[in-house]
């Protein structure tokens, strides 16, 4: 293995494995997060388990995002060399970017759950996207417990600086309030 090559491997295996996303789970109400769309009732933190909800399956989570009737969405974006990723490791070495997002339903409203996680390059244009299907989640179909999406990035190529996280959703029967698609505990770490 080249000199480089050590050294990249050793700026990468230094970095401590952590979650680059701000307040995750809301402990901090919205700190980190920009709203892109706030329909309906709006955006808001709710304590576990929640109307109409079930635990969490991590119990030192102990809050959650709960939108409502019109779509709500939030994102971060995270700049990976802010965060301590040299260009030259990105770009070399394209280490694993692994992405996490747990959702839930209320037992008493349908709801629909989306996300859009985007590498994007120096000037922010997508360079590589994971874009699943919206979820539909009924309670005749769902016993509303926590469900967990993940989807890890590899060789994506040359160029990756930053990384956009949006989700959220709406409930399916626009009833006023907080009846819509909960969200928590998101993550994207950057691995070796």
């Known amino acids: 293995m080249s000199e480089f090559c050590e050294e990249m491997v050793t700026e990468l ?14 402990a901090e109400q919205f700190e ?3 709203i892109t769309k706030n329909g309906g009732s709006q955006w808001r933190v709710e304590e576990l388990p929640g109307d ?12 959650y995002f709960a939108t409502s009737f019109e779509l709500c969405l939030k994102k971060q974006v995270l700049d990976l060399r802010a965060e301590g990723y040299s260009e030259e490791l990105l ?8 992405v996490q997002d747990w959702y839930a339903g ?11 996680v985007s590498l994007l390059n120096e000037s922010q244009e997508t ?3 994971f874009k699943p299907d919206p979820v539909s989640l009924e309670p005749e179909n769902s016993d509303c ?7 890890t990035f590899e060789g994506y190529g040359p160029g990756v600086r930053f990384v956009s996280f949006e989700h959220g959703g709406q409930d399916s029967k626009y009833w006023d309030g907080w ?3 909960r969200v928590t505990n998101s993550s994207l770490e950057v691995q070796p």
């Open 106 to 116: 209320r037992s008493d409203c349908g709801c629909i759950y989306q996300l859009c």
């Open 13 to 26: 295996l230094s970095r401590e494995k952590r979650n680059l996303i701000k307040n995750p789970h809301g």
């Open 32 to 34: 980190g997060w920009e």
């Open 127 to 129: 360079v590589q996207e």
């Open 91 to 98: 770009d070399t070495m394209q280490p694993k970017i692994m």
């Open 179 to 181: 009846f819509g698609v």
């Open 145 to 151: 417990s926590w469900s967990q999406v993940t989807h």
């Open 52 to 63: 109409c909800g079930k635990e969490f399956p991590d119990e030192t989570v102990q809050s």
